[in-house]
């Protein structure tokens, strides 16, 4: 007995690993990227607090880090779904020449008649 291995005639199928995440999925991860960095911020705020007066320098550079971080935060979450897009792959293979088009003809429709008796 011969057997004969399975070949597929037609396209593959596109892959679903290849498919962009869902928007609210996306919005989720933008949260919680912002939400960790205002954590960040929080605690560089109070670094510098704690350490104004012993240690200057690491108070500066909290305040810096303060300030900054806020920006750097909306930017990042702001890009997110941007920078999934890039290049979309083709979906459906499209054919080079259109389906010719049929042209109908114009019909007219008449009232039915009535018959007048009298």
Not at 12 to 40: H, K, P
Not at 69 to 96: C, F, H, K, S
Request: hydrophobic residues 40%; aromatic residues 6%; charged residues 25%.
């Amino acid at each position: 007995m011969s057997r004969t291995p399975w070949r597929r005639e037609d396209p593959r199928a596109e892959s679903i690993t290849r498919a962009r995440t869902g928007l609210s999925q996306d919005l989720r991860g933008r949260q919680r990227r912002y939400v960790t960095a205002m954590l960040v911020r929080s605690a560089c705020v109070v670094l510098m607090a704690l350490t104004w007066d012993r240690w200057p320098a690491v108070a500066v550079c909290a305040l810096v880090g303060g300030v900054v971080i806020p920006y750097v935060a909306v930017v990042a979450a702001q890009a997110g779904w941007r920078q999934q897009r890039g290049v979309r792959p083709e979906l459906a293979r499209t054919d080079d020449e259109p389906a010719p088009r049929v042209v109908l003809e114009g019909t007219l429709i008449l009232p039915p008649e009535r018959n007048t008796a009298g």
